[in-house]
């Protein structure tokens, strides 16, 4: 047995004597601190022995004596009066009640319970007596080689209420462990994390009333640099107006339907007054405009060339009431060139209206290098604020340069090695493996980089608005690709790397995936396929 912490050294040698001379199936339990509605407890050991009873011992130590009707303790220069008899009385009755009121205790029969005082430094004579206090139940320095046997004769000698049975002890024991107490929880450190990150957001959205004055922005950074808050926080600001700038209509888009479902929740928590007049995809943008047909995305003559020309020109066509004073874009770098057309003619002032764009160019997943034709200042994140240091540390050599890592310690990243062609299976494995971490089905996403997950298409393909609202709404494991997962974010991602890194963009996915998760991330794949895919320095700290 590991030896307590005791607050004097009289503690420990009452403590010391018990357990070397006690019976095995004792049970010896010091420093109990107990609040109940009338005051604060402290019994100083507890000793329950089967077959006879439960004692509670108030330890004095040093000089001890009585003087008139007072306890004291302290030397004959220096002494304080002390209360040792209604300490153990009241620590006694303390622990019974808590004990006996416990649900566990349930309809057991009252055990013995009983007191005494440990004098281990002072001498008590044999014929000592007090009323409040008889000799069985006080124990001086000559009695400490025989305390076990005299606490047992004490305890044979109370007859009032029946002896405990070793399993009433091993109870009384584990009730005093308390019940349903807090335990390491992964979700409460993630919280932690969050409240942490969004402050730090927070005080970097400062940078947008340093550029308040300037009308075309374009703010670059890498994966979790905050660059989709702060998105959001340019759109509220300029629709809510300030004392030095009115209210504005505003237009917040982005390419991802699913970003752009969140962006639109987060935007509904808003007061009206600072709601943006348009939350969308580019797509949502296009109907806004007046389309209502539109072909299958495969079909990039269409997306990329024909639509942005009819929106430009219904744009144009747009009642000066529907237009913008400003249009801001998240994932700016999923634009095509003619993008930009319409989103600049639906501009009030086409000249001069304001256009913010929020970009990371290594992010660049789909085929497309488009850029707004107008010149625009750029403002640069450098710093991760809502990744741990670990997974951002896996990522760093992916993103722009320079960025600095969180400095949010967290679990270490996994690596589980296996064929591609088994990479969904794995996946499947470590879905389960966080569970029991203790993260809960909600935190998890399990991403892949190539071919999808079964789950992920079969709801994809029965409902695309109710797939990408369960992001929110569904207590389950979500289950998506790279590609549509841009923007947003999850606790706990199982990252499947299942495809070739020789498919076209195949870096810029792996540095989407790692960047996805902020407090755990466990990568399934193939190590080399890993290392072709985003070079030497990405396997090295996934195995390190």
């Keep these: 047995m590991s030896e307590p912490r005791f607050a004097n ?152 209420q029946r002896a405990p049975t070793l399993d009433d002890c091993q109870l009384v024991a584990e009730i005093l462990q308390g019940r349903n107490l807090p335990v390491r929880d992964v979700i409460a450190t993630a919280l932690e994390h969050e409240d942490r990150a969004d402050r ?10 340093v550029t308040r004055l300037l009308t075309r922005v374009e703010v670059r950074g890498g994966a979790g640099s905050g660059k989709t808050i702060l998105a959001q926080t340019q759109a509220r600001e300029l629709s809510s107006g300030s004392h030095d700038r009115p209210q504005q209509r505003v237009a917040l888009l982005c390419y991802s339907l699913g970003l752009a479902m969140g962006m639109e929740r987060v935007a509904q928590t808003w007061a009206r007054r600072k709601q943006p007049a348009f939350v969308g995809s580019f797509e949502d943008f296009a109907r806004f405009l007046g389309i209502t047909r539109f072909p299958d995305r495969q079909d990039s003559t269409f997306w990329e060339v024909e639509l942005p ?20 874009v998240d994932e700016a770098q999923d634009f095509a060139d003619d ?56 990522f760093r050599t992916l993103a722009p340069t320079g960025m600095l890592l969180s400095d949010y310690d967290g679990p270490e990243v996994t690596l589980v090695e296996c064929a591609t062609d088994d990479a969904l299976d794995v996946a499947d494995d470590q879905v389960d493996t966080l569970i029991d971490e203790g993260w809960r089905e909600r935190d998890i996403a399990l991403l892949t980089t190539g071919q999808r997950h079964p789950e992920h298409v079969t709801q994809f393909e029965r409902d ?53 998760a902020t407090e755990r991330l466990v990568v399934v794949g193939d190590p080399d396929v890993i290392r072709q895919t985003g070079g030497d320095s990405v396997l090295r700290q996934l195995q390190s």
């Design 9 to 160: 050294e009289a503690e420990r040698t009452v403590w010391s004597r018990l357990v070397h001379d006690k019976p095995d199936d004792w049970i010896v339990l010091p420093n109990i601190r107990l609040t109940d509605e009338g005051k604060d407890h402290e019994v100083d050991l507890l000793v329950l022995a089967p077959g006879l009873g439960a004692v509670a011992l108030e330890v004095k130590g040093g000089s001890v004596w009585v003087e008139g009707e007072e306890w004291r303790q302290g030397s004959p220069h220096r002494s304080h009066r002390i209360r040792p008899v209604e300490q153990a009385l009241g620590g006694t009755y303390a622990l019974r009640e808590y004990v006996e009121t416990d649900p566990r205790w349930g309809g057991r029969r009252r055990i013995l319970w009983s007191w005494a005082v440990a004098l281990p430094h002072s001498s008590i004579s044999p014929d000592f007596a007090l009323p409040s206090c008889p000799r069985w139940a006080i124990h001086g320095r000559d009695d400490m080689a025989r305390l076990a046997e005299r606490l047992a004769a004490s305890l044979r000698s109370q007859r009032e």
């Design 200 to 209: 730090l957001t927070a005080e970097q959205a400062t940078l947008l009333k």
């Design 309 to 328: 020309r009819q929106m430009a020109d219904l744009a144009a066509d747009l009642p000066a009431e529907k237009k913008f004073d400003a249009v801001v």
């Design 339 to 394: 993008w930009w057309q319409p989103l600049l003619g639906a501009l009030r002032d086409p000249e001069t209206g304001g256009l913010y764009a929020f970009s990371d160019e290594n992010q660049r997943v789909f085929g497309r290098f488009g850029r707004p034709s107008v010149a625009m200042v750029p403002l640069m994140l450098d710093r991760n604020l809502r990744n741990t240091k670990q997974i951002a540390a896996t």
């Design 464 to 516: 695309q608005v109710r797939y990408w609202s369960s992001f929110w709404d569904d207590d389950t494991v979500f289950y998506g690709h790279v590609l549509g997962f841009k923007g947003l974010e999850r606790r706990c991602v199982v990252l499947a790397v299942n495809d070739s890194p020789d498919r076209d963009r195949a870096r810029e996915r792996l540095y989407v995936g790692l960047s996805r």
